[in-house]
């Protein structure tokens, strides 16, 4: 049996309620699956359990808990309910045990080895390349195939935008005011705590912009790619090389990630802002992550993101360049690391083999954390980003 | 003369061949237990002694090594034999020479010697000849490298592979199924020759692939028939080479369909379907959208008994129910 608990849907996050279940009590449930919506500061999310097996003991709804409060038990594959299996031989007890009694009783004595992991979700090949190239997570779609398998059909079906769950119930939408509480506690915290370093480099745009050009001219319209997924896409290829930037610093200690999920700052209308993620931005296919960005923008201001999306970020990614700025020196966003910050894209002069050149310019900010990098760590950092940016064709 | 029948049996199809053959290469002769005053075991060969003579319809005593030794040093000097082996049970008793001799000979001459020797067989269960008669070996023959392993399942392939066969300088093994000779079929007109290469669509569909060769062909087609009446739309591809084989054609059909069952009347351990579906698995797993199946033989030496024979050969039920394990339900 395990404890299915109140995530914390950020850093900033203390208390949130459930507002709606999606299963009911007895429903097996497999790992990823989104099981309730809970209303936070930053509005309605779908909440996400990696456990696999039955849920119970659901939570009552619309009432504030905290975070790790007790949301639901999941009882695991294999676990049955009844009394300590006949096989295992009751060992003599070695001291009197008033213990035992509190004790659950699954948590089995005497177990040698660990148990087979279960088996993972059937995903077909056929499913699991095409996910892939969508840049969907299949392992939580509900499969149709023989056996229950996920199947291509199942992961193109889920790919579609009109994927909306029919007639759920409206959502609250974020509050403002709570919002914009939630990011002045997490921002104080931020520059409190987090002894930021700043960094910028210019970056020639010439090759990336040229290739887009051309590489939207083969896309539908509805298909074509932004600068910004290029952007997204280098970031994350880059930070590969330099796990000191892509991590989370929480009680004193940093862990550095191997996965590297790119939290995309979102403004929304109204004010406010959230950051989710995109998950492995580093290993997806351009036309996939800007899918799943149109996706992620439009999900985090009409509501609808997923727990993991909230919890997930190793690395802040701010986009401000459509608001004309020149570049942006960011507020790392806490547990992270580092935020990486664009401005807008200008034709500028440029040196170039001895000659001053019309060139178009992206200026590339680091801001981070010197408690686990240093500035020299975070140069390299932007020059790889500015390499992986003139090689369009490779990212 | 007139023009043959356009509808014949397959039986008919191998004997206008072979009839054909004759007529067109003064060095062909057919060499073979019971072809000349008996007719073939099967009747392939009937009316040919009368036609052609005793010097090319040669009866060949009960000695399979020694008959298809002379055939290979015939092939080798120069003559085109037309070698018929009662079934390819009895084969095996000639295994040596067609593997150790003609599918080597051309290769350890460096190319100097060529073995143009066709080799005819009738192969598979289903007329109750018991063990000793009725198993299916061509997926063994497969096995060799040198050789060239003919499958026909229509009446077009029993017609037109065997000048192929001879026109090529490699020995050629032809396995013709007990159960197809009475089978009939139709001659295209415009059809006059054919290769020893390619695989072919006898049925298109959307849903499932199924891949098979001789007799196990009609039984696919009439599978997917039953399959149409459920909705669900099956491919059927006829093999008609296991050596060559052709992969493309297959791999093509795959990446559509996303789904394969390989239907071989074989026994499944170590057979063609195996390595059919070892190919897939290494070169074309990504376009899989569900577990390979293959449909075989019981691995049991082919029964006697009717009903036991039925149930140790593959069936039109047991294809159907394959490709309804791998495709998901509709609704």
């Known amino acids: 049996m395990a404890d299915f608990t109140m995530p914390a849907l950020g850093a900033d996050m203390e208390t949130g309620k459930v507002v709606e279940w999606l299963v009911k009590a007895g429903d097996p449930i497999r790992r990823g699956d989104v099981v309730a919506v809970v209303e936070t500061h930053k509005g309605a999310i779908d909440v996400e359990c990696f456990l696999d097996g039955v849920i119970g003991d ?18 695991g594959p294999g676990e049955v309910d009844s009394a300590v299996p006949a096989a295992v ?16 009783r699954t948590a089995a004595p005497a177990r040698a080895v660990e148990p087979p992991p279960a088996s993972r979700a059937k995903l077909s090949p056929a499913a699991r390349r095409r996910a892939a190239e969508l840049g969907i997570q299949a392992d939580a779609l509900r499969g149709s195939g023989a056996d229950g398998a996920v199947t291509i059909s199942d992961v193109e079906h889920a790919a579609r935008p009109e994927r909306a769950t029919p007639a759920r119930k409206t959502r609250g939408g974020f509050d403002p005011a709570l919002m914009r509480q939630a990011i002045a506690a997490a921002m104080a915290r931020s520059k409190r705590e987090i002894p930021h370093y700043y960094l910028a480099e210019p970056v020639p745009m010439r090759r990336a912009l040229d290739w887009l050009r051309d590489a939207n001219l083969q896309r539908p319209v509805t298909g074509r790619l932004l600068p910004a997924v290029l952007l997204l896409k280098a970031v994350a290829l880059a930070l590969r090389e330099f796990p000191q930037l892509n991590g989370s610093f929480e009680q004193g200690a940093y862990r550095a990630s191997a996965a590297v999920h790119v939290g995309v700052a979102v403004s929304l209308r109204g004010g406010g802002l959230i950051a989710p993620a995109l998950h492995d931005a580093a290993d997806k296919p351009l036309d996939g992550l800007m899918r799943e960005l149109a996706d992620l923008v439009k999900r985090a201001r009409a509501g609808g993101l997923r727990s993991s999306e909230l919890t997930d970020p190793t690395v802040t990614v701010t986009h401000l360049g459509d608001q004309g700025v020149e570049s942006v020196q ?26 001053v050149v019309a060139m178009p310019l992206l200026t590339a900010t680091l801001a981070a954390d010197h408690r686990v990098s240093d500035g020299h760590r975070g140069a390299l950092f932007l020059a790889r980003l500015s390499e992986w940016l003139q090689q369009p064709e490779t990212l | 003369m007139s023009a043959p029948p356009l509808r014949l049996s397959y039986r008919e199809a191998c004997r206008q061949a072979i009839r054909d053959a004759l007529r067109a290469d003064a060095r062909s002769f057919v060499l073979g237990e019971d072809v000349g005053k008996y007719g073939g075991c099967y009747g392939v060969t009937k009316g040919l002694l009368e036609e052609f003579g005793a ?13 298809t030794g002379l055939a290979i040093g015939a092939a080798l000097a120069g003559l085109r034999p037309l070698l018929e082996v009662m079934t390819c049970n009895f084969s095996l008793l000639a295994l040596d020479q067609i593997m150790n001799n003609a599918a080597t000979l051309p290769h350890m001459s460096g190319g100097q010697f060529a073995v143009p020797l066709v080799v005819r067989m009738a192969t598979g269960g289903g007329r109750q000849l018991a063990a000793q008669h009725s198993h299916s070996l061509e997926g063994w023959y497969a096995h060799i490298p040198g050789l060239k392993v003919a499958v026909p399942a229509t009446v077009e392939d029993a017609r037109f592979m065997l000048a192929a066969a001879l026109a090529d300088p490699n020995p050629v093994l032809i396995f013709e199924h007990v159960v197809l000779y009475n089978a009939e079929g139709q001659l295209d007109p415009d059809v006059s020759a054919v290769d020893l290469e390619h695989a072919k669509l006898r049925r298109p569909g959307r849903d499932a692939t199924l891949v098979t060769y001789g007799n196990s062909l009609p039984k696919c087609l009439a599978a997917a028939e039953l399959l149409a009446r459920d909705g669900i739309d099956a491919e059927v591809i006829d093999l008609r080479m296991l050596r060559p084989l052709d992969m493309p054609a297959i791999v093509e059909s795959v990446k559509r369909t996303r789904r394969v069952v390989i239907v071989d009347e074989g026994w499944k351990s170590g057979s063609i379907s195996a390595e059919i579906a070892a190919r897939l698995a290494e070169d074309s797993l990504y376009e899989l959208d569900a577990p390979i199946k293959r449909v075989c033989s019981r691995e049991v030496p082919v029964p006697y008994a009717a009903h036991m024979e039925e149930a ?6 047991g294809i159907a129910e ?10």
């Open chain 2, 55 to 67: 010097e090319r319809i040669v009866d060949a005593p009960l000695a399979e090594n020694g008959f």
């Open chain 1, 330 to 355: 960011g507020v790392i966003y806490p547990p992270q690391v580092a935020l990486v910050g664009f401005g807008r894209i200008a034709e500028r002069p440029w040196v170039d083999a001895g000659a």
């Open chain 2, 322 to 331: 394959a490709v309804r394990s791998i495709v998901p339900q509709r609704g």
């Open chain 1, 89 to 104: 031989p009751a060992a003599p007890p070695l001291a009197p045990a008033p213990a035992a009694a509190a004790l659950p």
């Open chain 1, 58 to 75: 659901l939570a009552p709804l619309d009432q504030p808990l905290p975070v790790g409060a007790l949301l639901a038990r999941v009882r």
């Open chain 2, 312 to 317: 140790a050969l593959p069936s039109v039920a």
